[in-house]
């Protein structure tokens, strides 16, 4: 079948199917189990008003406990069971594995590399950007183009990025682009990717290059919503701009700052693409979800690989948490 026909069809019976749900949902409460009529009008609307957001949310709360909820547990399970023993209890056997590998300290340690650095870096930048480019006619083009990034896949990303930090041999000309400004200041030919420590945070930069347009988009519009009154009574008390911007400006937008810098976090916690297609975790990369692949999917080891999957939940648990309490607390 034509891919476009198969959309099509997709679209229409998923639509379809939704309208015909609710339609026959409320059929069912208000026609069969409790008409509004009789003696008992008044309570059967009552019990129907009820039941109907329940009956409503079934779909969603369905699909998440499918697609979200029943997967952790399973990976759970299988963090405690041996796979080469015909899934046999035991226990916390594959943590302790794990934690006796160099390569998941490693991959720990990288995680932590990330953590402080991305975030940070994509924050600043996208807040620098957001303020500077209200000042100047083309920021709309400017935002576009900084923006633009947030479009292409990370995989699409690492292969750019891959292709800036090519090393040729000497004789031949670079087409790397750091490498042609490289050599043509006098540097020798670098294999940027292979240098330890250093090629963490040049894998680094390409999530810092998409996240920027990110972060920029939404305190650009926080920005945008502070008061002007505040910036001009500052600027009548005699406020420079590094003032204004510090000590009037961020202030206001601080609830703003922290959503982005926690939503980035959860991103850089689950970075997999990057270094997947960059350098598969040699070199002393690897990160926590590389990890997690190699042992699901080359080693065969689905303990080791749910242990592991079962880390990086822990870590992101805690962000998610603390966002969805702050969100709350800023509703009230």
């Known amino acids: 079948m034509n891919p476009a026909i198969q959309g099509l069809i997709t679209i229409v019976l998923g639509v379809g199917g939704c309208i015909a749900y609710f339609y ?5 409460l208000d026609k069969v189990l409790f008409p509004p009529t009789g003696p008992n009008a008044g309570r059967n609307i009552n019990r129907a008003g009820m039941i109907r957001p329940w009956v409503f949310l079934f779909p969603a709360i369905f699909a998440l406990g499918l697609y979200l ?9 299988l963090s405690l069971t041996d796979r080469s023993q015909g899934g046999a209890f035991v226990g916390l056997d594959n943590y302790v594995q794990m934690a006796s590998e160099p390569k998941f300290w490693e991959a ?3 995680n932590m590399f990330w953590l402080i ?3 940070a870096a994509s924050t600043v930048m996208g807040l620098l950007v957001a303020q500077l480019t209200d000042r100047i006619r083309w920021g709309n083009i400017a935002k576009s183009l900084i923006f633009m990034p947030m479009a292409i896949s990370f995989v699409g990303a690492a292969v750019i990025f891959k292709l800036v930090y090519e090393a040729r041999p000497e004789e031949v000309a670079q087409i790397g682009v750091l490498n042609a400004i490289w050599t043509y200041l006098g540097g020798q030919v670098q294999s940027w990717l292979t240098i330890p420590f250093w090629n963490n945070f040049f894998l680094m930069v390409v999530l810092i290059w998409i996240q920027t347009g990110f972060a920029m988009v939404i305190l650009s519009a926080a920005l945008r919503g502070i008061p002007e009154e505040t910036i001009e009574a500052a600027i009548v008390d005699g406020a420079n701009p590094f003032q204004i911007f510090f000590k009037i400006k961020v202030p206001q937008i601080t609830s703003t700052i922290v959503v982005v810098w926690t939503t980035i976090t959860i991103a850089t916690l689950k970075v997999f693409d990057i270094v997947f297609a960059m350098t598969n975790g040699q070199w002393e990369t690897q990160v926590l979800a590389n990890y997690m692949y190699d042992k699901l999917f080359r080693a065969n080891d689905w303990g080791v690989g749910s242990a592991s999957a079962m880390i990086i939940m822990l870590m992101v648990t805690p962000i998610l948490i603390w966002n969805v309490y702050n969100a709350r607390k800023e509703m009230r």
């Open 117 to 119: 650095v991305v975030p």
């Open 69 to 77: 909820a029943y997967p952790v547990v399973e990976t759970l399970r």
């Open 108 to 110: 720990m340690r990288n």
């Open 24 to 28: 026959f949902a409320n059929q069912l």
